[in-house]
């Protein structure tokens, strides 16, 4: 089973541990965090941007600034890239260990046909569990809508799927001094009952995303078990601005 957080924010946290920290513990007990940014324009937004960056290569995941209007598909997107990233990466192991090649495009043409044709399966058939980790500070307000969009889009999404997939929904702050993160829905495969969660949300001020991060590795941890990472990954980093469509992304391969 492969287990992502998918943490929908601004960036600009501002209580608790660092998120930073909080993500490479994720990552530490096999659990990949991926960051949707829908920030602001100016010196607020370049933070947040740079801080949603860190957070994603901490959790071995990928990053990306988006419009609104642009959330959806972006978040379909990552879900699948890093399903085939964390595929790609434990099949080189094995041909490193079988076949003395580094990657599948070393492979002879017939065997190399093979093996991707198998990865293609797995990208399909592989048990996925989502716990989506939406940031409800103030600033996310008239991001909402968006948000609740592109959550949907992606549950209906996973339902395609051949392998069977989980989502559950957080958000953050929650409704007391200490309550940094609530639970609006443990795990289902029901897209209609994600739809639902959204008019019960309140938009708060604080921003605690590193002690919100942690909440749901304990979830996921209780949940769903630990897997510990004793080959962790060296991640190589590149950014990529496409001018096209003004989406800017950090990726972790």
């Not at 198998?118 to 409800?136: C, F, H, R």
């Amino acid at each position: 089973m492969m287990k992502q957080i998918l943490l929908i924010t601004d960036g600009g946290s501002n209580v608790g541990e660092s998120p930073i920290v909080a993500a490479a513990q994720a990552y530490a007990e096999g659990i990949t965090v991926n960051v949707a940014g829908v920030v602001d324009e100016g010196a607020i937004g370049e933070y947040g941007a740079a801080e949603i960056a860190e957070i994603a290569r901490a959790g071995g995941g990928i990053s990306q600034i988006v419009t609104s209007r642009q959330l959806s598909r972006t978040v379909q997107m990552m879900t699948r890239q890093t399903v085939a990233g964390t595929i790609r990466h434990a099949v080189n192991q094995e041909l490193r260990q079988l076949f003395g090649v580094d990657n599948v495009g070393a492979l002879a043409p017939p065997k190399r046909a093979e093996v991707v044709k198998v990865m293609e399966e797995m990208e399909e058939t592989m048990s996925l569990s989502i716990a989506l980790l939406i940031d409800a500070s103030a600033s996310m307000k008239p991001k909402l809508a968006a948000v609740e969009e592109a959550i949907r889009d992606l549950t209906l999404s996973l339902q395609a799927r051949t392998g069977s997939s989980q989502v559950s929904v957080f958000h953050f702050p929650g409704d007391a001094q200490h309550a940094y993160c609530v639970m609006d829905a443990g795990w289902t495969s029901n897209a209609s009952k994600i739809g639902s969660l959204f008019g019960r949300i309140r938009m708060r001020g604080t921003t605690p995303t590193g002690p919100a991060l942690l909440q749901v590795v304990d979830f996921i941890r209780e949940t769903c078990g630990r897997i510990s990472k004793t080959e962790p990954m060296e991640p190589s980093t590149q950014t990529t601005r496409v001018e096209s469509n003004g989406v800017r992304s950090d990726y972790v391969v």
